[in-house]
Nanobody, 127 residues
Framework: QVQLVESGGGLVQAGSSLRLSCVGS????????MGWFRQPPGQEREFVSAITRVGRKTSYSGSVKGRFTISRDNAKNTVYLQMNSLKAEDTGVYYC????????????????????WGQGTQVTVSS
């Protein structure tokens, strides 16, 4: 299974942007569909975004659609989450996750579908 390491979190003001990165190792990264989840303080982990193996299909939660963009570069074994117009309610620990090997056109929005998880990166948005 692929091992994942996230980076790019931090403390920013509302309205700012951040780009999270998640690097995979230990297996063929392009065999895996990828997802981003977050866990707000005191709440359960929730789906943010997902992308298929080659990046042709994506999915977003309603709360981030239009503000966040998921992408991947399989040559760099990396998936990104570009977060724009950040709000205080975007605060939380962000995790990337991998599901695979899987079919080319599939993405997954349920955390139970994923087999590998990163350690998380903290995003704090001050209002």
């Amino acid at each position: 299974q692929v091992q994942l390491v996230e980076s790019g979190g931090g403390l920013v003001q509302a309205g700012s942007s951040l780009r999270l990165s998640c690097v995979g190792s230990g297996d063929t990264f392009s065999d895996y569909a990828m997802g981003w989840f977050r866990q707000p303080p005191g709440q359960e982990r929730e789906f943010v975004s997902a992308i298929t193996r080659v990046g042709r299909k994506t999915s977003y939660s309603g709360s981030v659609k239009g503000r966040f963009t998921i992408s991947r570069d399989n040559a760099k074994n990396t998936v990104y989450l570009q977060m724009n117009s950040l709000k205080a309610e975007d605060t939380g620990v962000y995790y990337c996750a991998a599901r695979g090997p899987t079919v080319t056109g599939a993405y997954y929005t349920q955390d139970s579908a994923y087999v590998s998880w990163g350690q998380g990166t903290q995003v704090t948005v001050s209002s």
